[in-house]
């Protein structure tokens, strides 16, 4: 990272302790035939209030790196850490439900249920404790905020188009209240409208409800509304400027 602080953003991010650190991550996949090092050496700290955005080309390693730091697996070595807490002692099952949430480029959405359900169901699981209105109540403002009515809400989220599910995936993830949320490719699927309301939403999580956002993607219009650009190469990690 630049020592120079050239941004509001920047300074007084630089004065919080990282919510999630990566210390000398590296990531092998082996099967009996090869093994092959995605991730080498990874050391980088992630902060609240900031939105970063990964690019790298395909096969990179960017997803690799979201699974790694949203909890679904552990790296083969090196260690990430959740407010100065080893995510392996802290539990991985854990640090998913309570701390981090991930909207996946397959959105993983519950094929037999509406896209309400899929909302609620992950408030549940999470603890979101339920406010007057219920947490039905929220889940429908959540995506009725994303562009879906009530008819689409209610409705099983197999009879929603891509753009839509997507929109769900992205709802659920907000419904949680998480330090942290994670995006693998979240705008590819829609349209420029819908995709800018998306930035939107994800810089005003960072800047004004102080979140750590991290969104893996190809879109220079969206790195250049980020506040960090990181660069993910040759299994190595680098942190740019924002490109103007
Ligand atoms: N489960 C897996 N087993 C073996 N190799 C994998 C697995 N997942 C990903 N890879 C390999 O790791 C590399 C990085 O993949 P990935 O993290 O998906 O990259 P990106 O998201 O940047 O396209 C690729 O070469 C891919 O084939
Ligand atoms: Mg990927």
Partial sequence: MTA????ATETSAAETPPVLRLDGVSHTYADQRRR??????????????TFYTVLGPSGSGKTTLLSL???????????ISFRGQ?????????????????????????????????????MEITGVKPDRGGRRARALELLERLGLDKSMATRNVMRLSGGQQQRVAIARALACDV??????????????????????TFRELAHEQDKCVVVVTHSQRLAAQSDRVLTLRKGKLTDEARPR
């Fill in 36 to 49: 092959t090092t995605v991730l080498k050496s990874i050391d980088y700290s992630f902060r609240r209030g």
């Fill in 69 to 79: 730091a949203s909890g679904l697996d552990a790296p083969t070595r090196g260690t």
């Fill in 4 to 7: 120079t602080m050239t941004s």
């Fill in 86 to 122: 080893d995510l392996t002692k802290l539990g991985l099952g854990r640090y998913r439900n309570k701390h981090a949430a991930t909207i996946f480029q397959h959105y993983n959405l519950l094929t037999y249920m509406t896209a309400l359900q899929n909302v609620t169901t992950a």
């Fill in 179 to 200: 330090d942290i949320l994670f995006a693998d490719e979240p705008t590819g699927n829609l349209d420029e409208d819908t995709a800018q309301g998306i930035i939107d």
